[in-house]
């Protein structure tokens, strides 16, 4: 009785030490997170805690992504990952409970040459190990943290997923509305390069002018090749996403897509709760905090009891038939003694890597503020520089009417029809990638806001 109380003394005593703490997750978040604008702000709403179905309200993008998130292997391997580490934990707390080994045994034994004894037995024997120094409870805990970080990496490839399929779809319509003003711009410089000729024939302009027509034209020619590639890359891309072979994609239009205006970041503390890759890198800090509770716990005995009761016919030198009931208990203490040094290495090596997840939890906190904060900005620029580019193109187009008319009547050369053309081209493209960069702004912004959970 005294060395139970000794030893539960012992126990509470090198509670202190930290091998029954629980690791407490962080509860605060490095000043303007987001930047110090976009920090201040108190709304608690939160443009990330929305369905991706009420950011994304093409049909056609959310049919893509339905798919994507059954089909995909990498959500595949993810909810597999998940499935591993609930099999840990649930071996984890089955280490609570003894061993049970069922063992019989059965001898023939004869000496010098006499009548042959048999003996038998019919045991079963039992073993638990008391967790009195904390080596289950961490083992648990760390088995607990690393089920929750399997979730927390499903959610971010779920989150990626759909992001990369939203971008990839607007990709395409970005490509789509590109190819049919470069299918219009070429089909109108084939006209140009006829009359071209015709004008030249006429001696109304030099062979020059012809030439430099032709090769204007022929550059388009390739651009529209170049974006057919392109358009047949995209579709695949997404074929891939939904784990599919290649095939044509069923799309809408750029110029009809409606997505959100206004956009709420709410606050930085959110992140902590939002952002699957930030959950799972605390989660990741939590369980090294358990392996080097574990590492402590290592320099403390193991309390086994152990027992073992059933039949045998065995009693030392006599054979007893029929065989007789045995029950036996033992418990065992077993201190490390010439493995110190092991030990001592082991929890500096777990003090090292809790170090370590430490600072990738607060290296992916800051990644996490910095992609919120460039996330908006690109949003923001991207819908200012949309107004100057509407205006460009209507300026260009004018442009390009009245040189086409000055040269009729002679006053310009055929060269500034070319540039103010070409010029108005090239407008045109940017007008309609300047689109397509303010929807992947506010992909990533729901991306960065932890978007996808639901």
């Known amino acids: 009785m005294k060395k139970?109380?000794?030893?539960?003394?012992?126990?509470?005593?090198?509670?202190?030490?930290?091998?029954?703490?629980?690791?407490?997750?962080?509860?605060?978040?490095?000043?303007g997170l987001y930047g110090s604008e976009l920090s201040a702000s108190a709304d608690t709403a939160n443009f990330g805690n929305l369905s991706w179905r009420e950011v994304f309200t093409d049909p056609y993008l959310q049919t893509l992504i339905d798919s994507a998130l059954v089909r995909n292997t990498d959500m595949q391997t993810a909810h597999l990952k998940v499935q591993e580490a609930e099999a840990t934990l649930l071996s984890a707390r089955l280490s609570y409970l003894p061993s049970l080994n069922f063992t019989p045994e059965g001898k023939v034994s004869?000496?010098?040459?006499?009548?042959?004894?048999?003996?038998?037995?019919?045991?079963?024997?039992?073993?638990?190990?008391?967790?009195?120094?904390?080596?289950?409870?961490n083992a648990k805990r760390r088995a607990q943290a690393g089920y929750e970080q399997s979730k927390e990496y499903e959610q971010a490839v779920k989150t990626q997923l759909v992001a990369g399929v939203a971008n990839t779809y607007y990709t395409l319509l970005m490509l789509d509305a590109q190819y049919e003003i470069a299918v219009a711009t070429e089909a109108a410089w084939k006209e140009s390069v006829a009359a071209t000729r015709a004008m030249k024939n006429a001696g109304m302009v030099t062979e020059a002018a012809l030439a430099q027509t032709e090769a204007t034209y022929y550059g388009i020619c390739t651009t529209v090749l170049d974006l057919k590639e392109q358009i047949n890359q995209a579709q695949n891309t997404i074929c891939l996403l939904l784990a599919e072979t290649p095939h044509p994609i069923e799309r809408g239009k750029l110029a009809g897509q409606q997505l959100t205006e206004s956009f709420s970041v709410g606050i930085p503390i959110q992140m902590l709760a939002n952002r699957p890759d930030v959950r799972s890198s605390e989660l990741a800090l939590a369980q090294t905090f358990y392996s080097t509770n574990a590492a402590r716990a290592a320099f403390y005995p193991t309390i086994t009891l152990g027992g073992s009761a059933g039949?045998?016919?065995?009693?030392?030198?006599?054979?007893?038939?029929?065989?007789?009931?045995?029950?036996?208990?033992?418990?065992?203490?077993?201190?490390?003694?010439?493995?110190?040094?092991?030990?001592?290495?082991?929890?500096?090596?777990?003090?090292?890597?809790?170090?370590?997840?430490?600072?990738?939890?607060?290296?992916t906190l800051l990644n996490a503020g910095t992609e919120v904060n460039e996330a908006l900005e690109q949003y923001q620029t991207a819908r200012n520089k949309a107004a100057y580019y509407e205006k460009q193109v209507a300026s260009l187009e004018t442009a390009a009417r009245s040189t086409q008319l000055l040269m009729q009547h002679g006053n310009t050369t055929y060269l500034e029809v070319l540039t103010a053309q070409q010029t108005l081209l090239t407008a045109r493209l940017t007008h309609v990638a300047n689109r397509f960069t303010e929807i992947q702004g506010v992909i990533t912004l729901y991306q960065a806001l932890g978007g996808g959970r639901m």
């Open 311 to 363: 039949w045998t016919n065995s009693a030392g030198s006599m054979i007893v038939n029929p065989g007789k009931f045995l029950a036996s208990a033992v418990a065992s203490l077993t201190q490390p003694l010439f493995n110190r040094g092991a030990n001592i290495a082991q929890l500096r090596i777990a003090k090292a890597q809790q170090e370590e997840a430490r600072l990738n939890f607060e290296q």
């Open 110 to 137: 004869s000496f010098d040459t006499k009548k042959a004894t048999q003996t038998y037995s019919v045991p079963v024997a039992a073993s638990w190990e008391i967790d009195v120094f904390g080596k289950l409870t």
């Open 4 to 31: 139970i109380i000794l030893m539960s003394a012992a126990a509470l005593a090198l509670s202190s030490c930290g091998i029954y703490k629980k690791y407490q997750p962080a509860t605060t978040v490095p000043d």
